[in-house]
């Protein structure tokens, strides 16, 4: 089982990226999706979630409306679309997957968003 992120990086505020998760090595499709972060110093938060079939999905209050996830089943891709940057969204970004059907939560190993100028 592996969930690999990308599209991390140096950013200025204002800007934008898109974040991927590629997964493999389970039923992608049964999965909810969600994307955490976890700054320097703090505990690791929510940032986004999506469901299996990707209708449903729900935002921490501090991304609303710049933030949107989305997934492609047919790719085991989840991806995170990021607008408006601030330096407050500096954090490594994880995604992580789970499941009602299972007690299996997959993690996967981050990676860095720094927005500054």
């Known amino acids: 089982v592996q969930l690999v992120e990308s599209g991390g990086g140096l950013v200025q505020p204002g800007g934008s990226l898109r974040l991927s998760c590629a997964a493999s090595g389970f039923t992608f499709s049964r999965y909810a999706m969600w994307w955490y972060r976890q700054a320097p110093g703090k505990e690791r938060e929510s940032v986004a979630?999506?469901?299996?079939?990707?209708?449903?999905?729900n935002y921490a209050d501090s991304v609303k409306g710049r933030f949107t996830i989305s997934r492609d089943n047919a790719k085991n891709t989840v991806y995170l679309e990021m607008n408006s940057l601030k330096p407050e969204d500096t954090a490594v970004y994880y995604c992580?997957?789970?499941?009602?059907?299972?007690?299996?939560?997959?993690w996967g190993q981050g990676t860095q968003v720094t927005v500054s100028s």
């Open positions: 979630g999506i469901t299996r079939g990707g209708g449903g999905k």
């Open positions: 992580k997957g789970s499941s009602g059907d299972s007690p299996a939560v997959y």
